[in-house]
């Protein structure tokens, strides 16, 4: 049996297995993670804004056309928060074998039926373009349309993902978040590191306290801020000596 088989037969035992405990998420990330999303998208239309208004002379607050824009632009940084940064819900559960969940970004339903109407429309564009320019048009409006085509269908996705844990597992629990951090000496097992989130402080002390009723030696270490991880000795060591 090669490596991927081997992941593959422990993905299905750990989705298998008896749950001993579920919690759900909905969130940015880490701490400051909204915050940044927050940031970039009202920094990403004020430049914008700004850069038309230097460019266009006639452009002032006093007219309709910067009001026009400034709404178009607030409407643009909604956009860029929710729809190209959104934020995550998940739902794990914890088992003996380790943690499964799956993971939605949450796109309100409404937004993919204007991104599908708004393909439909693309389409419809491109078919009178044709007619109107000729077989010229299908230069451009031919790659439109498809990209059009496979916006119709847009739709949530849900991605079913994992985390083992075992006796070489290594906790980080980041004391000012709710995150705890998993890792384990091997290098390249990415299967058996990652981040787990949860919405309070106190739920991340209960799963902790599940944790250790289920993986007894599991060592849980406390750091500060999460690249303090980096310091522990299991990062020090060798490929070579983590694996003997």
Not at 57 to 65: C, G, H, S
Request: charged share 20%; hydrophobic share 50%.
């Amino acid at each position: 049996m090669n490596n991927d088989q081997s992941i593959a037969s422990l993905k299905e035992q750990l989705f298998d297995a008896e749950i001993a405990y579920s919690w759900e998420y909905k969130g940015a990330g880490l701490k400051y993670n909204n915050l940044f999303d927050w940031a970039w998208s009202v920094i990403f239309g004020a430049l914008f804004l700004l850069f038309l208004w230097y460019v266009i002379d006639e452009l002032t607050v006093t007219t309709p056309a910067f009001w026009g824009l400034f709404f178009f632009m607030t409407i643009m940084v909604l956009v860029s928060r929710y729809l190209f940064s959104p934020d995550k819900y998940r739902c794990y559960h914890l088992t003996a074998l380790g943690i499964h969940y799956t993971e939605q970004d949450m796109i309100p339903e409404v937004a993919y039926k204007i991104v599908r109407g708004f393909a439909w429309v693309g389409i419809v564009v491109c078919f009178i373009a044709v007619f109107l320019l000729g077989p010229l048009a299908l230069v451009g409006a031919g790659a439109f349309a498809l990209m059009s085509f496979g916006m119709t269908n847009f739709k949530p996705t849900v991605d079913k993902c994992c985390l083992f844990i075992d006796e070489r597992s290594v906790v980080f629990n980041l004391v000012s978040d709710n995150v705890i951090s998993f890792t384990i000496p091997e290098k390249g097992q990415m299967q058996y590191k990652g981040l787990i989130f949860t919405l309070t402080l106190e739920e991340k002390q209960m799963l902790l306290n599940h944790l250790h009723s289920l993986f007894h030696d599991l060592e849980v270490v406390k750091i500060k801020r999460l690249n303090d991880q980096f310091k522990h000795p299991i990062y020090q060591q060798s490929e070579d000596t983590a694996t003997e």
